[in-house]
């Protein structure tokens, strides 16, 4: 079993996560990440070491690299940013990713892509499986979509072995907050501020929500088994939710934590561009070949992720 562990965007949300649980299952975990957006470091076990720095920087990858058994590149910017800074967002998830890849072609490393569900576009099919076609609807969802071609070259011509998997949403403790944060984040901090949550759009857009401890647990075992190598498995929960029954199930997930009795009031502004409009995994795959099986119900992770927010305000 690989040991010797680097995970690049250690220091975001989901990668994080990922630290700390191949921390727990005593492999040697360092962080190689650049810090320059996501939750920061202090979320991650002590003991893992941190390397500052950007997979951009190929020198600095180069000497790090050495000796590693497992990377697992989860460095990104944001879907978000990919409207305001697309030249960043390109240079990161795509030149980055395809860095990445070259060097563990180069040290023959097992390599674990995190690309994105974003890359298949709004489902023409549903549930989409891995063989969905990849649709991207925004600069961010072509850099996932071109990342993963690399890995799969690399793979090709010069024997990469490298497995890769399409999360679909995760939510959990750590989810970034700014602007360029998710839906569960931004809609707790508009209650929090006495306010209405905004969606965009019509809100009948759907996502298939996964838990951040489910999407980690089946990024660990795509890792670890060997018959995973060379596959692309979807990492969801397997269930579809609009954005608008989200909202409400997070007011009333405040209500409950808070005893507060909040009125379920939703505020509407023009649909973002590129927004997909229904996204739902079929998760056989990740099942069969990965043992992955979702614990963590939608309703019961937003009561976790709230009654952790309001513990840390
Ligand atoms: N969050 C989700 O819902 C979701 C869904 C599907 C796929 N993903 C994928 O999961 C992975 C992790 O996403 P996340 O939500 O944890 O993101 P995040 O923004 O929380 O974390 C990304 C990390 O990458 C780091 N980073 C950015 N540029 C870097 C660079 N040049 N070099 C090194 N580090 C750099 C950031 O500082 C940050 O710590 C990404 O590949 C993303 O595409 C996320």
Same mark, same amino acid.
């Given at each position: 079993?690989?040991?010797?562990?680097?995970? &690049?965007?250690?220091?975001?949300?989901?990668?994080? *996560?990922?630290?700390? @649980?191949?921390?727990?299952?005593?492999?040697?975990?360092?962080?190689? %990440?650049?810090? /320059?957006?996501?939750?920061?470091?202090?979320?991650?076990?002590?003991?893992?070491?941190?390397?500052?720095? !950007?997979?951009?920087?190929?020198?600095?990858?180069?000497?790090?690299?050495?000796?590693? %058994? +497992?990377?697992?590149?989860?460095?990104?910017?944001? @879907?978000?940013?990919?409207?305001?800074?697309?030249? /960043?967002?390109?240079?990161?998830?795509?030149?980055?990713?395809?860095?990445?890849?070259?060097?563990?072609?180069?040290?023959?490393?097992?390599?674990?892509?995190?690309?994105? !569900?974003?890359?298949?576009?709004?489902? =023409?099919?549903?549930?989409?499986?891995?063989? *969905?076609?990849?649709?991207? +609807?925004?600069?961010?969802?072509? !850099?996932?979509?071109?990342?993963?071609?690399?890995?799969?070259?690399?793979?090709?011509?010069?024997?990469?072995?490298?497995?890769?998997?399409?999360?679909?949403?995760?939510?959990?403790?750590?989810? =970034?907050?700014?602007?360029?944060?998710?839906?569960?984040? @931004?809609?707790?901090?508009?209650?929090?501020?006495?306010?209405?949550?905004?969606?965009?759009?019509?809100?009948?857009?759907?996502?298939?929500? &996964?838990?951040?401890?489910?999407?980690?647990?089946?990024?660990?075992?795509?890792?670890?088994?060997?018959?995973?190598?060379?596959?692309?498995?979807?990492?969801?929960?397997?269930?579809?939710?609009?954005?608008?029954?989200?909202?409400?199930?997070?007011?009333?997930?405040?209500?409950?934590?808070? %005893?507060?009795?909040?009125?379920?009031?939703? !505020?509407?502004?023009?649909?973002?561009?590129? %927004?997909?409009? =229904? *996204?739902?995994?079929?998760?056989?795959?990740?099942?069969?070949?990965?043992?992955?099986?979702?614990?963590?119900?939608?309703? *019961?992770?937003?009561?976790?992720?709230?009654?952790?927010?309001?513990?840390? &305000?």
């Amino acid at each position: 079993m690989s040991k010797n562990v680097i995970i &690049t965007g250690g220091a975001g949300f989901i990668g994080s *996560h990922l630290a700390n @649980l191949l921390d727990t299952k005593k492999f040697n975990v360092s962080v190689y %990440d650049d810090l /320059s957006n996501g939750s920061g470091k202090k979320n991650l076990n002590s003991n893992i070491k941190f390397i500052k720095g !950007s997979i951009l920087n190929y020198k600095k990858m180069k000497s790090i690299f050495k000796n590693i %058994d +497992t990377v697992y590149n989860l460095a990104v910017l944001p @879907l978000a940013m990919s409207f305001d800074k697309p030249d /960043s967002v390109v240079r990161v998830n795509d030149y980055g990713s395809y860095l990445v890849s070259k060097i563990c072609t180069e040290f023959n490393i097992k390599l674990i892509h995190v690309s994105s !569900s974003e890359a298949y576009g709004t489902a =023409r099919y549903s549930k989409m499986n891995e063989g *969905h076609p990849l649709l991207p +609807t925004t600069i961010y969802a072509a !850099s996932k979509a071109s990342s993963e071609s690399y890995v799969r070259a690399f793979e090709k011509t010069n024997g990469l072995k490298a497995v890769i998997l399409r999360p679909f949403n995760s939510y959990g403790e750590f989810m =970034r907050e700014d602007g360029y944060g998710a839906a569960i984040p @931004l809609f707790l901090n508009r209650l929090l501020k006495n306010k209405t949550p905004i969606i965009f759009g019509t809100g009948k857009q759907t996502r298939d929500l &996964t838990h951040v401890s489910d999407t980690v647990s089946g990024i660990y075992h795509a890792s670890i088994l060997k018959n995973a190598v060379g596959g692309t498995f979807n990492i969801a929960q397997g269930k579809e939710i609009s954005i608008n029954e989200l909202a409400k199930i997070v007011i009333e997930e405040y209500s409950n934590l808070t %005893d507060k009795k909040i009125k379920i009031n939703l !505020s509407y502004k023009k649909e973002r561009s590129g %927004d997909v409009r =229904r *996204h739902l995994g079929d998760i056989s795959l990740a099942k069969k070949i990965l043992n992955y099986k979702p614990k963590i119900s939608l309703r *019961h992770g937003i009561n976790q992720y709230i009654s952790w927010k309001l513990n840390n &305000t």
